[in-house]
């Protein structure tokens, strides 16, 4: 059963705007939540963090939002560079034990 | 800063061999984590190790076992190796204490084929 669901397989962005890449989750339990970002053949590399007392995260160009009356979290990057396309995954973790990772989106951003 | 190290980066084998990949955490990291990747699929959990004990145990087939050793590195060995076998495998560190509390660190993967 997946506990991290990411609905969108990939997004296009053009270069400057606004990219938004949306994860849910069903399991109430999870405090901890990642994004990470994955080039093809390298492991995921650890992007922005948010603890569930928060409901917002943010670090330069990357801000995360979380909704946990909605279970839901976002990852906002602004603006958008040609560097930035690559697989984005949303994992989450309750209690410090195994993060349980979403099936990524494949985000374009278009120069 | 030092990073998570896996070694060997890309491991062939054929069927029913034996596998060996090795973990090293960063240092003062206290938590390894096994993932694995198979094509187009997301990082499904393998096994943790907390203070060198087993924390966690997640989709680890029987033929596979793991060990954190005192220095911390874990290895993950793999037995009478299957095609479906072939993925990206995945550690990740990290520290129960401190600023980074809970995040993980990952290493860059080996790359395990079965013939």
């Known amino acids: 059963d997946q506990q991290v669901k990411q609905n969108s397989p990939s997004l296009s962005v053009q270069e400057g705007r606004i990219s938004i890449l949306n994860c849910d989750y069903t399991?109430?339990?999870?405090?901890?939540f990642l994004w990470y970002k994955k080039y093809p053949a390298e492991g995921p590399t650890f992007l922005i963090s948010?603890?569930?007392?928060?409901d917002k995260n943010e670090d330069g160009r990357f801000t995360v939002f979380l909704n946990k009356s909605a279970k839901h979290l976002s990852l906002h990057i602004v603006p958008s560079q040609p560097g930035d396309s690559a697989v984005y995954f949303c994992a989450a973790s309750a209690f410090g034990n195994q993060f349980y990772f979403g099936t990524g989106t494949s985000l374009t951003v278009i120069p | 800063a030092a990073g998570v190290i896996q070694s060997p980066r890309h491991l062939i084998k054929e069927k029913r061999e034996t596998a060996t990949l090795k973990c090293y955490p960063i240092p003062r990291h206290d938590t390894v984590y096994w993932y694995q990747q198979g094509p187009g699929q997301d990082p499904q959990f393998l096994i943790s190790?907390?203070?060198?004990?087993?924390?966690d145990k997640g989709s680890i087939p029987d033929r596979f076992s793991a060990q954190q050793f005192s220095d911390y590195h874990s290895e993950l060995n793999m037995s009478s190796l299957e095609l479906g076998d072939s993925a990206l495998y995945f550690c990740?560190?990290?520290?129960?204490?401190?600023?980074?509390?809970?995040?993980?660190?990952f290493g860059p993967g080996t790359r395990l084929t079965v013939l």
């Open positions: 948010i603890s569930s007392i928060k």
């Open positions: 399991n109430s339990m999870f405090d901890y």
């Open positions: 190790f907390y203070e060198k004990m087993q924390s």
């Open positions: 990740a560190s990290s520290s129960r204490y401190g600023t980074t509390y809970n995040e993980q660190f």
